[in-house]
């Protein structure tokens, strides 16, 4: 089992930066990835940016450029750095930890993005 705690979010003007953290626990070993996904009302979850145990990074292509994500594998800690937000980026956002043959998600934070 491995738990999820996601903290940062809120509302910030377009144009502006915020940060999301997320932080696991349990079966940590286990994981071989971690990253961010979002849902947008009305819309399917999608990739936002996932990092691999070994630093690899992927991002999705509306937020390449603009966000970076990182990994303390120490705190067992991923962040993810949203800068020159859009509206379009308002969605709630949740963390995902990818193991062998399991895949955990947190609750989901909530990032609105006003213009």
């Known amino acids: 089992q491995v738990r999820l705690v996601e903290s940062g979010g809120g509302l910030v003007q377009a144009g502006g930066s915020l940060g999301l953290s997320c932080t696991a626990s349990g079966n940590t070993d286990k994981i071989n990835a971690m990253g961010w996904y979002r849902q947008a009302a009305g819309k399917q979850r999608e990739l936002v940016a996932v990092i691999t145990s070994g630093g690899k990074t992927i991002y999705g292509t509306p937020v390449e450029g603009r966000f970076t994500i990182s990994r303390d594998n120490a705190k067992n800690t991923v962040y993810l750095q949203m800068n020159s937000l859009k509206p379009e980026d308002t969605a709630v956002y949740y963390c995902?930890?990818?193991?062998?043959?399991?895949?955990?998600w947190g609750q989901g934070t909530q990032v609105t993005v006003s213009s």
């Open positions: 995902n930890a990818l193991g062998p043959l399991w895949n955990y």
